[in-house]
């Protein structure tokens, strides 16, 4: 009984590790507008509070995914919510633009460790089967943060102003490190012999399996975080979306996905790998299309744009369920270096993208498409790729 009360609270710790990290990026986003006239911000300036997030965000992984494999999660997971926490006061009592964007830096910095370190916790606990199903649920529940956030964003902003956004953060943060401090088990350190190769990636680019695996994971994420990035000054700038409506256009993408990962969770080992992954490639290829035409025609309705968007939203369910536990097990010892690579490829990614689409921004939706359509090629060649590679398709866990 107490061992499974000791189990429970470790779940929960993870639980809310993964809400911190998806509200982490979403919460103040509905912000958007009253920061670019509170700080006189152009739209470029406007997106590198997400950028210089990344940016901070990239910079610390790869210092995390070496330190986790070498020292364990918990001493990684702490120094990583202080930081946060930090960045959270300096957000919040901003006097001026280079503080706030100092804050979004050690933000990134910080949230780097429960981002990455919350699903290794559950890789090193249970084998590959049941990671994918807690994965899945884990997803669920992120995204369920992720969803609800733009929401929960827009009347925190409307009532509390930008500076309620950050409030919530810091007291969410502070409540995970508590919890972290309390339940997360410490990990036993590497041998000596294993501790020489802590920072050493090399390994890791010789195996063309695990590149193709880290390589779709990277690109199959970046066309969200695009279109979440823009879409704040998109749809309530030039689209006419209200503050208060604005949430809902961009949560429902979120809790398609949440749902969806929560229920493909229960049914995933009832299934083929093959066959389900094939499935999703048949999705993405048809969202190819779909965000091809409303680039085309230039839409200028919201809710079409993200009627649009949704197929590769529910597209993506499968093959981050199966795909990305699949890839920790390829080096069981190297997980943390592993997933700082994935972290790592998708932010730089992410952020260059983010900063482009802020500098050929004009007002309107096609700019936009441009710059994701070619993310959700790359998606769709990729995973043809996995499907068609027997080492990964037959795969077993190495536990």
Known sequence: MKQLTSKSLVLLTIILMDLLTGMEFDLFVPSFPELQHQFNLSPFWVEALLSVNFLGYCFSLFFVGGLADRYGRKPILLLGLTLFII???????????????????????????????????????????????????????????????????????????????????????????????????????????????????????????????????????????????????????????????????????????????????FIINRFERKKTLYVSNQIFIFSLFCMAWVTWINSANPLFITIAFIPFVIGQIIPSAILYPLCLNFMPKAKGRISAVIVGSRLILCALSLQLAGFVYKGSFQYIGMIILPFILLSVVTLFRVISNDEIMKFEDKK
């Open 87 to 265: 960045g959270s006061v300096l957000c919040l009592w901003a006097p001026f633009y280079p503080l706030l964007l100092t804050g979004r830096f050690l933000h990134g910095v910080g949230i780097a460790a429960p981002a990455i370190l919350s699903f290794l916790i559950i890789a090193d606990a249970y084998p590959l089967k049941q990671q994918q199903v807690f994965m899945a649920m884990m997803n669920g529940v992120m995204n369920m943060a992720v969803a609800a956030s733009p929401v929960l964003g827009s009347y925190i902003t409307f009532y509390f102003h930008w500076q309620g956004n950050f409030i919530a953060l810091l007291g969410l943060a502070m409540f995970v490190l508590l919890m972290t401090m309390m339940f997360i088990p410490n990990q036993s350190r590497l041998s000596p012999k294993e501790e020489s190769t802590i920072f050493d990636y090399f390994p890791l680019f010789k195996s063309k399996s695990l590149m193709l695996l880290m390589a779709h994971i990277t690109f199959m994420i970046i066309p969200y975080w695009i279109f979440v990035g823009i879409s704040p000054l998109l749809y309530m700038k030039a689209l006419g979306v209200s503050l208060a409506h604005f949430g809902y256009y961009q949560g429902i993408l979120a809790l398609l996905f949440a749902f969806g990962s929560i229920i493909f969770g």
